[in-house]
Nanobody, 120 residues
Framework: QVQLEESGGGVVQAGGSLRISCAAS????????MGWFRQAPGKEREFVAC????????TYADAVKGRFTISRDNAKNTVYLQMNSLKAEDTAVYYC?????????????WGQGTQVTVSS
C-alpha cells in the first residue's frame, strides 16, 4: 500500500514555470512506476507523464513533450513534475499515481490532486 500527496500547485502566468511534487508514504516507493495525470474542467482525466521505478524510462504525452520533465528521488520518496512554458490549456487538477507494473496501463494508487491554473 502507498499513500500519495501532491503539493506545489498554484496560479502562474502563461509562459511561466511551476514544479509540483508528490510525496509517497508506505513501503517500497522505489518499486513503483510513478505517473502524472491531469483533469481539466469538463474533460476526462488524461495522461501527462510517467517514470519507471528504475529511472530507466520516461514517457510523455505529446501535449507536454519538450516542456514538462518528470523526475523522482527515491531517497525522498518523491516524484516531481517540472512544468515550463506553461499554457492556458495546461490548467487542470494534476494527480500523481503509482503502480507496480513497469509500464502501467492502469494505476492502482492515486493522490487527491493539486490545482494548477495558468492565466493568460
Amino acid at each position: 500500500q502507498v499513500q500519495l500527496e501532491e503539493s506545489g500547485g498554484g496560479v502562474v502566468q502563461a509562459g511561466g514555470s511551476l514544479r509540483i511534487s508528490c510525496a509517497a508514504s508506505g513501503r517500497s516507493f522505489r518499486s513503483y512506476t510513478m505517473g502524472w495525470f491531469r483533469q481539466a474542467p469538463g474533460k476526462e482525466r488524461e495522461f501527462v507523464a510517467c517514470i519507471s521505478w528504475n529511472y530507466d524510462k520516461t514517457t510523455y504525452a505529446d501535449a507536454v513533450k519538450g516542456r514538462f520533465t518528470i523526475s523522482r528521488d527515491n531517497a525522498k520518496n518523491t516524484v516531481y513534475l517540472q512544468m515550463n512554458s506553461l499554457k492556458a490549456e495546461d490548467t487542470a487538477v494534476y494527480y500523481c499515481a503509482a503502480d507496480l507494473q513497469l509500464l502501467p496501463t492502469t494505476y492502482q494508487y492515486w493522490g487527491q490532486g493539486t490545482q494548477v491554473t495558468v492565466s493568460s
